[in-house]
């Protein structure tokens, strides 16, 4: 048996070769991608990312344009050339009260210009004459204050005349600011209307007391007068 098995086992090999020597050669096959979708997910959650830090970047920049633009609009001034024509109107009014005569309106000296013009019972020891001249100068003088005042009203009615064109161009300018620094200077040039209104009443008002209070000076010392000559007189008959 031994000899069967050495046989065949020869057999076998003999094919074997055979077969490696007549088969041909198999081709090698390619590499095919392999798809990870692990990895393909966590690349588009980076990208993703990317895309929001970007966008966010983007409405900062924005934010910060915007807020640069609003405070430059804060910082925008407006020309106010009604506030030349509110210092005119003064000046005219100041203009009128310096052209008060006789009595002026300073505090200085008033003392001495009231003693001048109406001495009350130093008036006895004048004469005819001078008394004649204190009256003139007195009814001068209230004719004066008179006069000053009737200007200040006039000047004071065109000037509130003017105000309405002035406070429709402040207003206009109002409404038109954009920005807060426009918006307090407007509000600050209305303010300034208002004052000089109630400072031009106060002069106003100043003058008129003034005219008042002359006439009433004047007359009482016409009074005076009066009754300084009845007693001269009535003196002089007992004589």
């Given amino acids: 048996m031994k000899p069967i098995h050495a046989l065949g086992f020869a057999t076998a090999a003999a094919l074997a070769i055979g077969a ?30 990317a895309l929001e830090q970007i ?28 506030l030349q024509k ?12 310096g052209e008060a005569q006789a009595i002026n ?21 004048l004469s005819a004459s001078q008394q004649v001249m204190q009256a003139r100068a007195r009814l001068d003088a209230a004719k004066s ?20 064109g002035v406070l429709s161009e402040l207003s206009a300018s109002s ?3 954009v920005g807060a620094l426009q918006v307090g200077q407007a ?25 008042a209070a002359i006439e009433r000076a004047r007359r009482a010392q016409a009074e005076e007068d009066g009754r300084a000559a009845t007693r001269r007189f009535l003196g002089d008959e007992r004589h």
């Fill in 20 to 49: 490696t020597l007549v088969a041909p050669a198999a081709p090698a096959v390619a590499a095919l991608p392999v798809f990870d979708p692990t990895n393909y997910t966590q690349n588009l959650l980076q990208a993703a990312r």
């Fill in 55 to 82: 966008n966010n970047q983007v409405k900062s920049l924005q934010n910060e344009a915007s807020m640069l633009q609003n405070m430059a609009k804060n910082l925008e001034k407006i020309d106010f050339p009604q």
């Fill in 86 to 97: 509110i210092k005119s109107a003064m000046s005219r009014i100041d203009q009128l009260m």
């Fill in 105 to 125: 309106f300073k505090v200085e000296g008033l003392d001495q210009q009231i003693k001048a013009l109406f001495p009350g019972e130093l008036s006895k020891a």
């Fill in 145 to 164: 204050a008179y006069r000053q005042s009737m200007s200040v009203q006039a000047q004071v009615a065109e000037n509130v005349s003017e105000d309405a």
């Fill in 175 to 177: 409404q038109s600011a």
């Fill in 187 to 211: 509000a600050n040039q209305l303010l300034a209307l208002s004052v000089k209104q109630q400072l031009q009443l106060q002069n106003l008002m100043a003058a008129e007391f003034r005219e």
